[in-house]
């Protein structure tokens, strides 16, 4: 078998976990519990396996060769539009998939764990493996309709695993929220794929490269700022950012796998394999694209600092990082980009995957202002936590240090200083509320156990860990109905008065799936950074990638000396943050209800708590005189005004009726034999007339 | 088998299944649901040999296969003729598909079982005739035939203020056959002036009249014949008779209604008003395009709104047919064959869902979404078919409702950029009013009254619903299989237009990829893609 042979069968990635989907999801509850749970996993393996095989034989080939299509089948042939359903292996295509499959297969075997007793177990399983599908099919085809395709499919996965504990309205409102939400973006993506067509008279990405070069720089642009727009809706970009936090509804794993690690990249994605476009429209959608990521990074950094929530907090997190990634790409350091996609996975995912672990043992509590003092009892989890914790703020040698500092000094030396100050500032943020959460849950004053005089019956009679599984079980479990209390939101909104703290006794730790998947995560955090080091030789990733992002011009640093300093800044930018969030919770809460950082802000803590009012003002405007103009519409208008004119109508076959009421007198039946008997009547007469 | 007369019998085994379930005794209901079901499934069967048999035709306008020819009133011109070509075969067969289904949902009905089942069956002759004739007089006999059936089904077996919906769908559509009667007849004679043959045959006046007519005469005719299909369609604003007629319809009459009814006008804008009068539906695009665009957002908003799930899904079908509606005066070959497509996938989208609409109405006697809540949890199996329904109806890629939309809307778009990109907005509002509505019926925890009281799916139900979904799905992924159909005669009707007028067809060719050296790495290695 010769590499191209190995490539031709590269849909063997994609099909893997589509079997898996198309076994689980029809067989619900007819399949015992662990056993969904080792399928769906162990096929996301297998073609995390095969991806790395493809991988191979893609490497093995010269670095200019390293770009294949395979055609699988003519999709959509119709008038001018010929659309296959091809995928195309290049650099770009195979990195996503490796790292989706490989942070899949992970989370997948964490599930195991944490979705151990559910009543949709098998149902959990099916749908993850049918997103990761689509995922796979969103960054491994050949052109913009199949990874349309992707991209809504992914969608459709996240409103499921949203809404996945439908019972809870919050879950189910929040999973339409994220579809309807992103779609808006979709609208830019769709009418983007319809002036390509008109322009360039084709949607595969073969012809992209060259013909984008030959656009006018108002239609490439054009283009450009369409394809962002959908870019924006899916990764979570201002001001269509508001789904993300609320789809911490769903499963913690979903949060990690889909809403942190993967799908949200997509508009990373999309934009770095579009960038042709981006290239030629002249640096106006490049600059939109980096202050955009910019101003997101910033903001939600800003938010993040005060939430109450340990989901929220890593929600706000993800969207600023994204931002991050979006500055990378405005600034032209595609491969930069994509290489902190990928230690943003790693780390992004042990960070949810630790806060799965920490909600799962305090017996659903969400409130980081009721924890504290958990790493001695969690140890594993503090331990991957602690990791990705130094990882994503920026410390040195660790996996988010050597991408987020490779966006910055592409910034820097691309002559945007305006979008590296604000990274700088936002890494400040991004030092402290990472530090903040850190500390409030793993360090500290112990908080999450119930007061003594309340909690002294009940410890007596159950110890503390069976309650808390009880707790648990008692939502997700069987054929109970689920209680009350798991019933209501878990999230922890700013400004409510802190959870009370439930467990009794000492929180149980992870089990052994949880603990693994986690841990492995943790690793890759640590030295995911290996995958590029800014040294010659080094620059694995950078270099992989560069047949695709051949054409883009190359941005280097002046001198060692300034690259070196330029990463100074950012290092002590993230560890002022980190030091100034240390000298507020180095000692964990006194008191729950009162947050240091918050009580200095003042009103500045309560914007940013209420992620500056920008949702509620849009819930607002949508609710009252949003509804009732549709209310209006749909009643006034439709049934009065439009409809009117018919009642006039209506009321003479009244009178008519009223005046005959043999005719109406109940039979229909009469009605419609008089109108056959009419129409044959009619077809007679003419006959005879002319006869 | 190629001297059988295939599309008569299309449409005589259906009728003949009407005469023979009137001489059944009327109460042995048992067998009349038999023979109903083997009568539909019958016309199936024939409907399936047709599409075997059919061959992708040449691109020609007034090529029709199967054409079976007989002089009926011959002094009149009025002759039996009937045939088939890429549009109408799949009509004929979303049509058969969907009877034995509507039938299969109707056990239900308990009242009159026998008059149901000979009316429905009467129905789908006259459908089925709708589509194969190519006579104007027969064509228009079939057309009016539609009307009494569907009167008595919503009139006798429907709900709520049946008798008011079934008069008020009555007299709509009728006051638009009159200017499509009057339209017929007068091309008829201005034909008979011309050449002294006085003939209804739509192929022989779609060869004259666009060279013959002058532009006025042309423009008016068009107008005749297109408001008397815009009422079937509907098009904005005159589609208020259509949420009535649903509400208040049994389901197999929604069925039918959404599935196939519509698409009478739809079809009609094709084979007749486009066909006969090409200046002039080029003339009327703008205009049929704006109203299109309207529909499609307009539906959307008015059904986000509704408290009722089949006035939603009703309100739905006027954003559908909207999309159908942009594709078809886009006068793109690809906007044509979307509309053609959505034509198709609407049929299975909608008559997918107003059967899961049936299904809850069974179960507790409304629609009203507020009487419902939480019941995915108390019938997972329900709840799930309803995802994929609802998914399907919305437009996701990978369903057949996507590839329809996105013909129609980016065949649109090479034409009239505007129109497309406004009526995009509408794929929002899809999301919007089915995610909403299915939201207040199936998630949350369910309402303590209708705990136990509300079984999930019978095997009967699954089976009745299950095709639907899985050809949404199939023609989602291999959509060729209608396209490749559909395309000759299409292009047939491009070609047609181009001739007589002055729209052409922006050409489109790939723009080739620019060999050199500026972006070398991009584009090398391409050229090893499989045959």
Excluded at chain 1, 357 to 364: K, M, N, P
Excluded at chain 1, 573 to 594: C, E, H, T
Excluded at chain 2, 17 to 27: C, D, K, N, S, Y
Aim: hydrophobic share 55%; aromatic share 12%; proline share 5%.
């Amino acid at each position: 078998m010769t590499a191209r042979d190995i490539l031709d069968l590269a849909w063997i990635v994609p099909a893997l976990p589509l079997l898996g989907a198309a076994v689980l999801m029809p067989l619900g509850r007819r399949l015992r519990e662990p056993v969904a749970g080792w399928i769906g996993t162990g096929l996301v393996g297998l073609s995390f396996a095969w991806a790395v095989v493809v991988f191979a034989a893609l490497w093995s080939l010269p670095a200019d060769a390293r770009s294949h299509t395979v055609k699988l089948f003519t999709w959509l042939p119709a008038g001018g539009l010929r659309v296959s359903a091809g995928l195309l292996i290049d650099p770009l295509s195979i990195t996503f998939a490796l790292f989706v499959t490989g942070v899949a297969a992970l989370i997948h075997l964490y599930s195991i764990g944490y979705m151990h007793g559910d009543r949709r177990f098998t149902l959990f399983f099916g749908y993850t493996n049918l997103f990761v599908f689509m995922m796979l099919v969103l960054v491994m085809s050949s052109s913009f309709l199949l990874t349309f395709l992707g991209w809504e499919g992914v969608g459709l996965c996240s409103y499921l695993l949203i809404s996945f504990w439908y019972e809870r309205n919050s879950a189910a409102v929040a999973g339409k929220k994220a579809f309807i939400t992103t779609r808006v973006g979709d609208v830019g993506f769709l009418v983007a794929m319809f002036l390509i067509f008109a322009t360039i008279g084709s949607l595969d990405y073969s012809v992209m490269g060259g013909a984008a070069g030959g656009l006018a720089a108002g239609t490439a642009t054009a283009i450009s700022l369409l394809l962002f727009a959908g870019a924006v809706g899916k990764s979570a970009q201002f001001p269509l950012h508001v789904w993300l936090p609320d789809a911490m509804e769903g499963p913690t794993p979903v949060s990690a796998l889909i809403h942190a690690a993967t799908m949200v990249t997509a508009g990373v994605f999309l934009v770095a394999r579009a960038h042709p476009f981006f290239e030629a429209s002249g640096g106006a959608a490049s600059t939109t694209v980096a202050w955009i990521g910019a101003a997101t990074a910033l903001l939600a950094g800003g938010v993040a600092l005060v939430q109450p929530d340990i989901k929220r907090i890593l929600a706000y997190s993800t969207i600023s990082q994204l931002g991050y990634m979006f500055l990378g790409l405005g600034v032209h350091a595609y491969g930069a980009a994509i290489f902190l996609v990928i230690t943003h996975a790693f780390y992004k995912a042990t960070l949810f995957l630790g806060a799965g672990s920490v909600i799962h043992g305090l017996g659903d509590n969400q409130d980081v202002r009721t924890m504290g003092g958990l790493r001695r009892f969690m140890p594993v989890t503090a331990m991957a936590f602690g990791a990705a914790w130094l990882a994503i703020a920026g410390i040195p040698g660790l996996a988010g240090f050597w991408s987020k500092d490779e966006v910055l000094a592409k910034a820097f030396f691309g002559d945007q200083y305006g979008v590296w100050a604000v990274g700088i500032v936002a890494a400040v943020l991004t030092g402290f509320y990472m530090t903040r959460e850190m500390w409030l849950v793993f360090f500290g004053n112990e908080r999450f156990r119930r007061p003594a005089e309340a909690g002294g019956d009940a410890a007596g009679e159950a110890p503390g860990d069976a309650a808390a599984v009880a707790a648990h079980a008692a939502g997700h479990d069987a054929d109970a109905d689920p209680s009350e209390e798991w019933l209501l939101s878990p999230t922890v909104e700013y400004g409510t008065e802190p959870r009370p703290a439930a467990v009794d006794g000492d929180p149980h730790r992870a089990p052994f799936p949880m603990a693994a998947g986690m841990a492995a995560l943790g690793v890759l955090s640590v030295i995911g950074g290996l995958l590029s080091l800014p040294f010659k030789n080094l620059e694995f990733l950078v270099e992989w990638l560069e047949p695709v992002f051949g054409g883009v011009p190359e941005v280097h640093a002046s001198s060692f000396l300034s690259a070196a300093g330029l990463s100074a800044l950012a290092v002590v930018a993230g560890l002022i943050g980190l030091f100034a969030a240390l000298s507020m919770y180095g000692k964990g809460l006194a008191d729950p209800a009162r947050d240091p950082l918050d009580d200095r802000l003042g009103i500045a803590g309560r914007i940013l708590g209420h992620a500056y009012y920008f949702d509620e003002a849009i819930a607002n405007a949508v609710r009252v005189p949003g509804r009732r103009f549709l209310d209006w519409m749909s009643e006034a208008f439709d049934q009065g005004v439009i409809d009117g004119a018919v009642n006039g109508v209506g009321r003479f076959f009244r009178g008519i009726g009223a005046g005959n009421r043999r005719i109406q007198s109940g039979l229909v039946r009469q009605y419609a034999l008089g109108i056959a008997l009419g129409a044959v009547g009619l077809m007679i007469y003419i006959w005879v007339r002319t006869a | 088998m190629t001297d059988f007369p295939i599309l008569s019998a299309l449409i005589g085994v259906p009728a003949a299944g009407a005469v023979v379930v009137a001489l059944l005794p009327r109460r042995r209901t048992d067998a009349v649901r038999l023979v109903g079901l083997l009568f539909t499934f019958a016309t199936a069967g024939l409907a399936g040999w047709l599409m075997w048999h059919f061959v992708a035709g040449p691109i020609e306008i007034n090529h029709y296969q199967f054409v079976e020819e007989h002089a009926w009133f011959g002094d009149l011109g009025v002759r039996y003729l009937l045939g088939v070509d890429g549009i109408s075969l799949f009509m004929v067969l979303l049509t058969a598909l969907l009877f034995p289904l509507s039938l299969l949902v109707s056990t239900t009905i308990d009242v009159n079982v026998k008059g149901f089942t000979a009316w429905m069956l009467l129905l789908e002759a006259a459908l089925i005739g709708v589509f194969l004739a190519l006579d104007l007089i027969l064509f228009f006999f079939f057309f009016e035939l539609v009307l009494a059936p569907m009167f008595v089904l919503i009139g006798q077996w429907g709900h709520g203020r049946r008798v008011y919906s079934a008069l008020k769908f009555f007299v709509f559509t009728m006051a638009g056959s009159a200017f499509l009667f009057a339209g017929i007849l007068t091309v008829a004679f201005l034909h008979q002036g011309d050449t002294g043959v006085l003939t209804f045959d739509v192929r022989t006046i779609t060869s004259w009249a666009p060279a013959a007519l002058s532009v006025g005469t042309a423009r008016w005719l068009f107008v005749a014949f297109t408001v008397g299909f815009a009422v079937k369609v509907p098009l904005f604003p005159i589609h208020t008779w259509l949420p009535d007629a649903h509400t208040d319809a049994p389901t197999a009459g929604s069925v039918i209604l959404a599935g196939v009814l519509l698409k009478m006008g739809t079809y009609g804008f094709l084979r007749f008003s486009i066909a006969i009068f090409p200046e002039a539906a080029v003339w009327a695009a703008p205009a049929l395009l704006a109203i299109a665009v309207v529909g499609i957002l307009y539906g959307a908003v008015v059904a986000a709104m509704q408290p009722d799930l089949k006035r939603v899904v009703a309100y739905s079908s006027v954003a559908h047919l909207g999309f159908a509606t942009l594709g078809i005066f886009a006068l793109t070959t690809e906007g044509l064959e979307g509309g053609v497509f959505t034509m198709i996938s609407h049929g299975l989208t909608t008559g997918a869902l107003f059967i899961l609409v049936g299904y809850l109405f069974d179960r507790r006697h409304t629609h009203l979404i507020s009487e419902f809540g939480g019941l995915w949890r108390i019938a997972p199996v329900l709840g799930g078919l309803w995802v994929v329904a609802v998914f399907a109806s919305i437009g996701l890629p990978g369903f057949s409702g996507f590839i329809g939309e996105f013909l129609a809307l980016i065949g649109t778009f090479t034409v009239h950029r505007p129109f497309a990109a406004a009526a995009t907005f509408g794929t929002i509002f899809a999301a919007l009013y089915l995610l909403w509505a299915f939201q207040r019926t199936f998630t949350g925890m369910p309402r303590s009254e209708l705990r136990g009281h509300f079984p999930d799916v019978s095997v009967r139900e699954l089976v009745a619903v299950v095709p639907l979904l899985a050809l949404s799905l199939f023609l989602g992924v291999y959509p060729r299989l209608v396209l490749d159909r559909v395309e000759p005669a299409v292009k047939a009707l491009v070609d047609h237009v181009e001739r007589h007028s002055d729209f052409r067809e922006p050409e489109r060719r790939v723009v080739p990829a620019v060999t050199g050296s500026d972006r070398p790495a991009e584009t090398s290695g391409h050229g090893e893609d499989k045959p």
